[in-house]
């Protein structure tokens, strides 16, 4: 079964550093996805990508959040400068089309920023 | 702005006994609904959708939902618990059509008492 996978399973990082967190979404999808999962609360949606460009993104997607899908495969979440509560599990879903609402989720990528 | 509610942080119950988790949404037009179950450390595996049609769906694990449009809720229900139902369950709502991704609820963590 197709599933999305998500690299690296934990990163741990000194505040101010860069950190990329790597997506391979199912592969005839078309939406993207990242949500954040701090430590025991819910999970919170930080940007949508289709067509190549952004559709919507939260509040919490500043400036140091950027997103990139370099190639025909990955999809990329670079966080510029890390913050300590940036701290999180970070989920990449993707979606095959719009008339369908469902996420697929990949494992997460656990960030510890110290 | 479209927003869910799952009103219990916490639910006991017994092993073999029955399950219902809360969950209202806020939405302005007809949504499409979701449960899904996180295990600890784990990512997000659906577990069933609404999307149209018969109101009471179907899931994975003998989970099922229903939807009631008068209530704006989709609860989700188990006749039996298992002690591997302890988990933390999300219920999420989406829009019909377009980039948009899924907005969740703050979950709800579900133990199993022997």
């Known amino acids: 079964e197709p599933e999305v996978t998500q690299t690296p399973s934990h990163q741990v990082t000194q505040m101010g550093q860069e950190v990329i967190l790597r997506c391979v979404p199912i592969?005839?999808?078309?939406?993207f996805y990242w949500y954040r999962q701090i430590l025991g609360q819910k999970v919170e949606f930080l940007v949508s990508?289709?067509?190549?460009?952004?559709?919507?993104k939260s509040e919490i997607f500043d400036d140091q959040f950027s997103v990139e899908r370099p190639d025909g495969s990955n999809f990329t979440l670079k966080i510029r400068s890390t913050k300590l509560e940036d701290s999180a599990m970070y989920f990449c879903?993707?979606?095959?089309?719009?008339?369908?609402?469902?996420?697929?989720f990949g494992e997460g990528s656990r960030l510890t920023v110290l | 702005a479209q927003s869910v509610t799952q009103p219990d942080i916490h639910i006991t119950v017994s092993e073999g006994a029955s399950l219902e988790l809360r969950c209202n949404y806020s939405y302005g037009a007809t949504p499409y609904l979701f449960w899904y179950v996180q295990s600890p450390g784990q990512g997000l595996q659906l577990l069933l959708k609404y999307f149209s049609g018969d109101t009471l769906v179907q899931g994975i694990k003998g989970f099922e939902a229903e939807f009631k449009r008068s209530q704006s809720s989709f609860n989700l229900r188990k006749p039996s618990v298992h002690w591997s139902d302890a988990a933390e369950y999300f219920c999420a709502v989406g829009a019909r059509g377009g980039a948009d991704g899924l907005t969740f609820g703050k979950g709800t963590h579900l133990i199993i008492q022997p």
């Open positions: 990508f289709y067509n190549n460009e952004i559709s919507e």
């Open positions: 879903a993707s979606r095959g089309d719009w008339t369908t609402g469902e996420l697929f």
């Open positions: 592969s005839n999808h078309l939406y």
